[in-house]
């Protein structure tokens, strides 16, 4: 008996997802719905549910609670804050594997850029997910905005936050890679990373060296949050291991581990992970042309000067966060 309950249970959790699919979808689910002894609902409030625009409120399930069968737009409980150039697109893409993930694509810099549009116009943006599903969106930006940690927990004091760290150095290099690709005229990045290199002075302020202080701006974030509420994806090991830092990313996001190394494969040319079948598609999927790009050669005086700078900084975010992402 225990077992056909069970199987009961996933039929129906099916359906909520086939529902949302097509528009023979209500059909479907009316069919299931009886099968399963779940007696004739209203045909108006199926209609409702099969375009997937109604706003009906769902089914009285057996023990009297609602359930949810209307997929809605709802504010994020989970954000990926940052860091640019760490692999956030990546674990983002990753993630949509995911049937209970349901992610905006784009960035939209609602608690940076655009927070005077207000909630609603934020949640407008949102794809529309059923209950039990994460909705989430991603802006590397985030991490480093001061303004951004109070702002999200006005929203939500609850929310799961996950941050993708990277080694701070071979970031700035990929940072300023991005940006000679859009303005090539720019000096060096052995003339930026200094205030005076006759001194040795690094110039902190810089953004692409500024953006790798983890422990500055992780500070900022733990005056409003717990750690606990603090997901650090290791960037180096996204791409090395990509199937272990998704598996887990989902037991913080408190989801089954569905996404695994079945997902992936590995190209040598790219030097990334690429998805074997992603969100909508059968076909083989690695991420657009502007990732893995070719880093300049940086001069080894440079690099070293850099490693030195940032040994204190690593240390401090190492005792903070509670981990050794290992860089030297």
Not at 232 to 260: K, N, Y
Not at 264 to 291: I, Q, R, V
Request: with cysteine; charged share 25%; proline share 6%.
């Amino acid at each position: 008996m225990a077992t056909f309950l069970g199987h009961k249970h996933d039929a129906r959790r099916l359906a909520q997802k086939v529902v949302l699919m097509s528009p023979f979808g209500a059909l479907c689910v009316y069919a299931l719905y009886l099968l399963l002894g779940g007696g004739a609902p209203h045909l108006s409030h199926l209609s409702r549910h099969g375009t997937g625009t109604g706003n009906g409120t769902g089914t009285r399930a057996a023990n009297g609670t609602e359930r949810e069968w209307t997929a809605r737009r709802r504010l994020p409980q989970a954000l990926i804050v940052g860091v640019k150039k760490g692999g956030t697109r990546a674990l983002l893409e990753f993630l949509r594997l995911h049937p209970d993930v349901r992610a905006l694509g784009s960035e939209p810099h609602f608690f940076d850029r655009h927070y005077a549009r207000g909630l609603p116009w934020y949640r407008s943006l949102m794809p529309k997910a059923l209950e039990g599903q994460i909705v989430m969106e991603k802006t590397p930006r985030y991490f480093v905005t001061e303004e951004t940690p109070a702002r999200i927990y006005a929203m939500s004091r609850d929310i799961k936050l996950i941050v993708v760290v990277r080694d701070p150095i071979t970031r700035a290099i990929s940072d300023y890679t991005q940006i000679i690709s859009k303005t090539p005229d720019i000096p060096s990045f052995e003339t930026l990373t200094f205030k005076n290199r006759s001194t040795g002075q690094i110039d902190s302020l810089w953004s692409p060296l500024w953006i790798g202080l983890y422990a500055t701006h992780l500070e900022r974030w733990l005056a409003y949050f717990p750690l606990s509420q603090i997901h650090f994806v290791h960037g180096e090991r996204l791409i090395s291991d990509p199937a272990r830092e998704l598996g887990r990313v989902q037991d913080f996001l408190g989801l089954q581990r569905i996404v695994t190394d079945k997902h992936f494969y590995f190209n040598k040319t790219k030097g990334f992970p690429c998805l074997k079948k992603p969100e909508g598609s059968s076909k083989p999927h690695c991420l657009g042309k502007t990732k893995g790009r070719t880093h300049p050669k940086i001069e080894p005086e440079v690099i070293q000067k850099l490693r030195e700078f940032y040994r204190p900084h690593n240390q401090r975010f190492y005792k903070i966060s509670g981990q050794d992402f290992g860089w030297r």
